[in-house]
């Protein structure tokens, strides 16, 4: 068991995408950078934008997919996005699937869209959901979720991902941190529209 750590410069209700009974990780930075990650990892994402870090969310993965695979579950249908509906239901990430030639294609979104998004987003094809999860959201700012000071050193600050590994003398202590969270969404996404549109 392992817990992956990273920083959110955005937090919009894509990714992390926390709606719908599931928390899902798509084309972001543990995506892109093809984190190995397994059923029974973690993921904690921070920000990073005040002197101290502050958990943004906590899951627990469940399934690692490939996004051909995600976008035809029946299990995460809600999570493609509806550009007429509402707010929530327009952050969908569940934009990516192959055509008849094994093409990638991508569904209207009002994330990541055009062919550059879809090349990077497509080069490491993965999807982290899990059912077990914290999120914050707007509300992150609370002194409960700055990071405690021992934990610093564990913690990837800036770009990239940590892995905090069962070996880490802190490891137990982190999780058993990371689990004092109330389960499942607490807030709204810190950056969630403001007008018509999720951007």
Not at 17 to 30: I, K, S, V, W
Not at 153 to 172: A, H, L, M, Q, V
Request: a positive charge; aromatic letters at 16%; one cysteine or more.
């Amino acid at each position: 068991m392992k817990i992956c750590t990273y920083t959110v410069k955005t937090d919009k209700g894509f990714a992390p995408n926390p709606f719908y009974r599931y928390c899902t990780l798509t084309a972001c930075t543990p995506n892109h950078m093809n984190a190995r990650l397994n059923s029974g990892d973690y993921i904690a994402g921070f920000f990073t934008d005040q002197i101290e870090p502050y958990l943004l969310y906590w899951m627990r993965v469940d399934e690692v997919l490939d996004y051909d695979t995600y976008f035809r579950e029946p299990r995460y249908q809600k999570k493609k996005p509806n550009l007429q509906g509402t707010w929530i239901s327009r952050c969908g990430d569940n934009i990516y699937y192959r055509d008849k030639h094994g093409k990638w294609k991508q569904a209207p979104t009002f994330y990541h869209k055009g062919i550059v998004a879809l090349k990077k987003d497509t080069r490491n094809a993965i999807v982290y959901t899990g059912r077990r999860y914290s999120y914050s959201g707007e509300k992150a700012y609370i002194p409960a979720n700055r990071l405690p000071e021992k934990f610093r050193t564990s913690f990837k600050g800036g770009r990239g991902i940590k892995y905090i590994r069962e070996s880490n003398p802190n490891f137990d202590d982190f999780l058993f941190w990371l689990h004092s969270k109330p389960l499942g969404r607490q807030g709204n996404p810190r950056d969630r529209e403001r007008s018509k549109d999720c951007i």
